[in-house]
């Protein structure tokens, strides 16, 4: 059974500290793996990660993936009260099954 | 602008009484989904669909009906629905794989009494 396991389930920090969210995955035909961000609604996508070692940037965010362990980090620096919020990592399969597998996410408090 | 459009937002039934929840995009894409998501357990995938005519079943399939009759709408569809499938329910659309960034709708939330 395909599964993406988030760690921490929760976590609460000051305004400027920097966080480390965890996404490790178990799937049997790996394409993509990507996060996205949930506030009050719909979640919005972050990055999409394929490759192992490459990092992919945006503002104070970062993720990169590495396909061997096989896990994926997401960095959030100077983290404000805006980035509070559910933070969701999802990989998709291929080869007859394109479905989407989400871990149970993490919820970050970001405190002022 | 480009979206992904659910409705009813929020709906209060009982068991038994069959009921639809729709599902517009307008961004042309192939590939559309739902999604159920309940505390403690995160999103999990119901069915999706890579294209007219091509629905597959998800993580969690059991007790739900899609149909893809044209590109834009994907309905999700409870012939019996029982209390189990009170949750947020989420339609998204992409590209053409789920590999892809998905746009999200707004939300349904059920109500099952």
């Known amino acids: 059974e395909d599964k993406v396991v988030q760690s921490p389930l929760s976590l609460v920090v000051h305004e400027g500290d920097t966080v480390t969210l965890n996404c490790s995955y178990e799937?049997?035909?790996?394409?993509?793996l990507l996060w996205y961000k949930q506030e009050k609604k719909a979640p919005t996508f972050l990055f999409m990660l394929?490759?192992?070692?490459i990092e992919k940037k945006s503002g104070r965010l970062s993720s990169i993936l590495d396909k061997k362990e096989p896990f994926s980090i997401l960095n959030i620096t100077a983290t404000q009260t805006g980035d509070s919020a559910i933070y969701l990592c999802?990989?998709?399969?291929?080869?007859?099954?394109?479905?989407?597998?989400f871990g149970k996410g993490t919820k970050l408090t970001v405190n002022p | 602008e480009a979206q992904v459009t659910q409705n009813p937002r929020y709906l209060i039934t009982v068991t038994g009484k069959k009921l639809t929840v729709t599902c517009s995009q307008n961004?042309?894409?192939?590939?559309m989904s739902w999604y159920r998501q309940d505390p403690g357990l995160g999103l999990r995938q119901i069915y999706y669909?890579?294209?007219?005519?091509?629905?597959d079943k998800g993580d969690v399939p059991e007790g739900y009906k899609v149909s893809r009759k044209e590109k834009r709408n994907f309905p999700l569809i409870l012939e019996s629905p029982s209390p189990n499938q009170t949750s947020l329910y989420f339609c998204?659309?992409?590209?053409?794989?789920?590999?892809?960034?998905?746009?999200f709708g707004d939300g349904t939330r059920l109500s099952i009494l």
């Open positions: 669909s890579m294209n007219v005519e091509v629905t």
């Open positions: 961004m042309n894409h192939e590939y």
């Open positions: 394929t490759s192992s070692g």
């Open positions: 998204a659309s992409s590209f053409s794989t789920g590999s892809q960034p998905q746009h």
């Open positions: 999802a990989v998709a399969t291929q080869g007859g099954s394109e479905k989407l597998v």
């Open positions: 799937v049997t035909n790996f394409r993509s």
